[in-house]
């Protein structure tokens, strides 16, 4: 789901630290919607606030069970992982249509794990029990399967032809899930030291532009390693961002919130003026722009 860089981090964690490890746990706080976080089931989804989406979607999906026949007797011998967010429209559609999918499957629900993560800022896409650490969850829901142990393949934010016939592709081996560029340069943070990084990524810039389809792609991701602390290569991925991008304002930006709030302000300076270049008329950007002259003089 499309989520835009701000800078407040205001949050109210009402002792989530402490009780993270909680099964259907709730969050309520002042003035936002009730938020499950952790690991759930179906029960905490089918009550309160939450059944007003996930038991209408749930009982108006009709899935094919010609194409679940195809795989349901083999698909028992996998798991699955699924991180979502009850804050999330893909989430509200996509979960409650697996769930219909794994029914109609005879799959055993003890073979399925559901992960509910935040979409607050200071712990964007993140749960507290830390399940989706080293997973590349940058959007939700992602369903992940796997056999033996090991990760066989993954559903990201919304089938590619529909939920059954993506998993009957999976299960075949024929699948390839949406945001191919995602998982590239995810592969290259794990298995490159951070003074190659850069010239790896410049290198994929070619390949790169015929996979990706839209700028939020890589901004998503790029949020995703901010908030969780991976701050340089977030940087890394806006600049690759803007290069895809030239002539989007918002990359520019992003890349100019991220810089200024590690302190590059003569960075900051550069990529806000390039994102008012594209949006002249976009009178924060000139006032931010103002600020940092100002604050870089000093």
């Known amino acids: 789901m499309r989520t835009q860089l701000s800078f407040s981090f205001l949050f109210l964690w009402f ?31 089918s009550q309160n606030t939450y059944a007003t989406w996930f038991v209408e979607n749930f009982q108006n999906y009709n899935p094919n069970t010609t194409v679940i026949d195809s795989f349901k007797e083999t698909f028992s011998h996998y798991t699955v992982t699924a991180f979502m967010g009850t804050w999330c429209g893909d989430s509200k559609r996509e979960i409650p249509h697996f769930y219909k999918v794994l029914e109609a499957a005879n799959f055993p629900l003890d073979r399925l794990t559901v992960v509910a993560v935040h979409n607050e800022q200071d712990s964007y896409k993140q749960s ?45 081996n024929e699948y390839e899930p949406k945001y191919r560029a995602v998982h590239i340069i995810h592969q290259l943070l794990i298995e490159n030291a951070s003074e190659r990084l850069e010239e790896k990524v410049g290198d994929l810039l070619p390949r790169l532009k015929d996979i990706t389809n839209h700028p939020y792609e890589l901004a998503t991701y790029s949020n995703v390693l901010f908030f969780s602390g991976k701050t340089w290569e977030s940087t890394v991925v806006a600049r690759l961002n803007t290069q895809l991008y030239p002539s989007e304002a918002s990359v520019f930006k992003s ?44």
């Open 128 to 172: 507290p029990g830390g399940e989706e650490e080293g997973l590349n969850i940058h959007r939700v829901p992602t369903f992940i399967f796997y056999k033996d142990g090991k990760e066989i393949n993954r559903i990201v934010e919304s089938s590619v032809t529909s939920l059954e016939e993506d998993m009957a592709a999976i299960v075949q």
């Open 255 to 298: 890349l100019g919130d991220k810089l200024y709030f590690l302190s590059k302000f003569k960075e900051a300076l550069e990529a806000y003026r390039q994102a008012l270049l594209l949006d002249h008329e976009n009178e924060n950007l000139r006032s931010t722009i103002a600020h940092i002259e100002q604050k870089v003089q000093e």
């Open 15 to 45: 002792g989530i630290t402490a009780l993270g490890q909680s099964f259907n746990r709730e969050i309520i706080s002042e003035g936002t919607a009730p938020l499950l976080l952790g690991k759930i089931n179906k029960d905490a989804l």
